[in-house]
């Protein structure tokens, strides 16, 4: 198959900048959006962090607040009791994982108070993000581009590609695998660039029509797609190369960040899409893993050009094997499965937020014959309560069958939320609402295994009773009547917290309040 460079460069060009405008914003939009979340094209994002360097965004104390975090570490007995240059090591190290997570640094150290009560916590949060950030990159992040190669695939094989397209590899079963396959796609990089850099770029181009290749397919398996990639690249690897350095002007661009995003970044992508539309249809290759017919076809905007030599041409829209997500039957299988009207979950709401009143104004009586407001608002609910009740009847309902599961998942939604919630009373607000440093097994004292034990049980009772319960009581209401109560409770609940923003939060006996 001969290699044909000036073909090549002018059907990218021409499928991003020769269709109109309309097809060119969308695929700016699409490419944008992949940009801003990091999972492509991370340039862009990049400068824009320049300007807010440039304009000062960077915290001048940067490097105090982490020499504050690294004095802290080195005065742990556990450092301590390591030799010293292991101990060095492990405290030296603490400037990496710092920045690579610096804004979490930036924005904890906005609290001055906060941050220099809780050292230890802010390494915790350092490290916690940074480890939740590696999973979203090499496990969401990494997935998520397959979805944009396939539009830039079929974005070369018709005038506009719906929006929609880019969950189409995405179906509920096909998930886990196509994480699987591009997990494995980045270790392989990794692994290679890791021995050099010659031989990491000389992987770069032999692995790289697998993305497209599970853009295409992706139920394809990860050997049959290495099989695939090394056939349809061999003899090629070169003339890629040399064709993308007769694009360098169009590879300087990505250092401009408007520019890079209006043609760089576009054209870019089209241009390894046109690497995979010819390298596919090269003879000697097994294409019984290639299943989209529509993709052998001519691009569109050949087509087009076609057309206009013999107008009697009809320009068909192709159809694809691989076929739309349906969101309707994800929505009713995935996340949320429950059958409450959004009366019932409003009612719910406000009736967990009093419950939960209830119960803590009752306990500080028992426990110390005080009769105070434990909320933080002024009104007779506490919305920790609400929230955390109806998160666990709409997203735990799923395992009413399963009584040790929703027990186990309640206590650990209960503790995300109680801890958030102690967090941010702490860092916003410098206030302290609870405290469980003297109970057996806790988090910093904001969360403990009795409190999250009594909150599965009370999940329970949410889910099986209380849930039922009020959806019953409410639909014995017209729906004119549900609306005036729904309605009278949250403008209530609206002027209290315009009386917390205007006055601070309930404090008083036995109540929680500013930290000194």
């Given at each position: 198959m001969k290699w044909e460079y000036k073909r090549i460069r002018k059907t990218s060009w021409d499928t991003v900048f020769k269709k109109g405008w309309k097809p060119w914003l969308l695929l700016v939009a699409v490419c944008f959006f992949f940009s801003m979340i990091g999972a492509q094209n991370s340039l862009q994002a990049e400068g824009l962090d320049y300007i807010d360097q440039w304009l000062g965004y960077k915290d001048a104390n940067y490097e105090a607040n982490v020499g504050y975090l690294k004095d802290?570490?080195?005065?742990?007995?556990?450092?301590?009791?390591?030799?010293?240059?292991?101990?060095?090591?492990?405290?030296?190290?603490?400037?990496?994982?710092?920045?690579s997570n610096s804004w979490v640094v930036r924005v904890l150290a906005h609290n001055a108070a906060y941050f220099e009560r809780n050292p230890g916590e802010v390494?915790?949060?350092?490290?916690?993000?940074?480890?939740?950030?590696?999973?979203?990159?090499?496990?969401?992040?990494?997935?998520?581009?397959?979805?944009?190669?396939?539009?830039?695939?079929?974005?070369?094989?018709?005038?506009?590609?719906?929006?929609?397209?880019?969950?189409?590899?995405?179906?509920?079963?096909?998930?886990?695998?196509?994480?699987?396959?591009?997990?494995?796609?980045?270790?392989?990089?990794?692994?290679?660039?890791?021995?050099?850099?010659?031989?990491?770029?000389?992987?770069?181009?032999?692995?790289?029509?697998?993305?497209?290749?599970?853009?295409?397919?992706?139920?394809?398996?990860?050997?049959?797609?290495?099989?695939?990639?090394?056939?349809?690249?061999?003899?090629?690897?070169?003339?890629?190369?040399?064709?993308?350095?007769?694009?360098?002007?169009?590879?300087?661009?990505?250092?401009?960040?408007?520019?890079?995003?209006?043609?760089?970044?576009?054209?870019?992508?089209?241009?390894?899409a046109e690497y995979y539309f010819t390298l596919r249809n090269r003879s000697g290759i097994d294409h019984t893993h290639l299943p989209e017919q529509a993709f052998s076809g001519a691009p569109y905007v050949k087509r087009l050009q076609d057309k206009k030599r013999e107008p009697n041409i009809v320009i068909s829209a192709p159809e694809y094997v691989l076929e739309d997500v349906n969101t309707k039957t994800a929505h009713r299988k995935g996340l949320f499965r429950f059958d409450y009207s959004p009366f019932d979950i409003v009612f719910m709401f406000f009736s967990f937020c009093m419950v939960g009143w209830i119960w803590e104004v009752c306990y500080e009586f028992v426990d110390t014959g005080l009769l105070v407001n434990r909320g933080t608002m002024y009104g007779p609910w506490i919305p920790i309560y609400g929230f955390g009740g109806i998160a666990i009847v709409l997203l735990l309902s799923r395992f009413k069958e399963n009584k040790i599961k929703l027990f186990l998942m309640t206590m650990l939604v209960c503790a995300i939320l109680e801890y958030l919630g102690s967090f941010a009373l702490e860092f916003m607000f410098n206030s302290s609402y609870w405290d469980y440093k003297e109970m057996f097994m806790n988090v910093n004292g904001r969360i403990c295994l009795a409190?999250?034990?009594?909150?599965?049980?009370?999940?329970?009772?949410?889910?099986?009773?209380?849930?039922?319960?009020?959806?019953?009581?409410?639909?014995r209401f017209k729906r004119r009547t549900q609306f005036i109560v729904a309605g009278v409770l949250a403008a209530l609940f609206i002027t209290d917290i315009i009386c917390c923003a205007i006055f601070g939060f309930n404090t008083g006996a036995a109540v929680g309040g500013k930290i000194v």
């Open positions: 802290y570490v080195a005065d742990t007995n556990v450092i301590k009791s390591m030799p010293k240059e292991v101990g060095d090591m492990a405290v030296n190290s603490l400037d990496s994982i710092a920045a390494i915790a949060n350092i490290v916690i993000i940074g480890v939740i950030m590696f999973i979203v990159k090499f496990f969401i992040l990494d997935a998520s581009k397959v979805g944009l190669y396939r539009y830039v695939l079929e974005n070369r094989q018709q005038e506009k590609v719906r929006f929609r397209r880019l969950f189409a590899p995405f179906h509920l079963k096909m998930i886990p695998h196509v994480i699987w396959l591009m997990f494995r796609y980045s270790l392989v990089l990794i692994k290679w660039y890791m021995v050099f850099i010659i031989p990491g770029i000389y992987k770069t181009y032999q692995f790289s029509m697998i993305p497209y290749i599970i853009a295409e397919n992706p139920t394809i398996k990860w050997k049959d797609a290495v099989k695939l990639t090394k056939s349809m690249t061999k003899g090629y690897k070169w003339k890629m190369f040399v064709t993308d350095l007769s694009y360098i002007y169009i590879w300087l661009l990505h250092l401009i960040p408007i520019a890079g995003l209006l043609v760089s970044v576009p054209l870019s992508l089209q241009l390894d409190g999250l034990m009594a909150f599965g049980v009370g999940g329970l009772f949410g889910v099986y009773i209380a849930g039922p319960a009020i959806s019953r009581f409410v639909d």
